[in-house]
């Protein structure tokens, strides 16, 4: 493929696209992980006590926000690359959140540690010098 200044433009306006659309996700996020937090400290500082089950529904999703914020934070640092290796640790993060909140049964227990001994053995395939990426 012959590379032309029309196709460098074209990438150039991607590029710009993808930076916009991540700093508005990264807002949204910093704007969402804001508002968990005041609802937090809402249902600390009125004297109802509301159920455990909530109460701990909403500080996981309140540190369930960190990765994600980290992980656009670290885009922007290696030069707009997402590292293979923070998706799959929000992925075991995500796992371990589904186990802890949401318990069923146990088959799900055994499915879920299955699904995350996959991600484990994907995350040390992704740190390997072969596929390690260089920036």
């Known amino acids: 493929m012959k590379i032309t200044k029309y196709n460098i433009n074209i990438s150039r306006l991607r590029h710009y696209i993808l930076n916009f659309s991540s ?3 990264a807002i949204l996020l910093v704007f969402f992980l804001a508002s968990k937090t005041y609802l937090l400290t809402l249902l600390f500082s009125i004297n ?4 455990s089950y909530y109460l701990l ?5 309140c540190i369930f926000y ?3 914020i980290t992980l656009m934070i670290k885009y922007f640092q290696s030069k707009n690359y997402f590292p293979l290796r923070y ?3 929000i992925g075991i ?6 186990i802890i909140i949401f318990y069923k049964s146990a088959t799900d227990i055994i499915i879920y540690n299955e699904a995350i001994l996959l991600l484990v053995l994907a ?3 992704t740190n390997t010098e072969k596929i ?3 920036p």
Do not use: G, Q, V
């Open 87 to 89: 998706f799959i640790y």
């Open 48 to 51: 109802l006590a509301p159920p």
């Open 132 to 134: 390690k990426y260089k």
């Open 123 to 125: 995350l040390y395939f």
């Open 93 to 98: 993060t995500t796992i371990i959140y589904l």
């Open 23 to 25: 700093l508005i996700l």
């Open 66 to 68: 960190f990765p994600f």
């Open 57 to 61: 529904e909403n500080i996981f999703t």
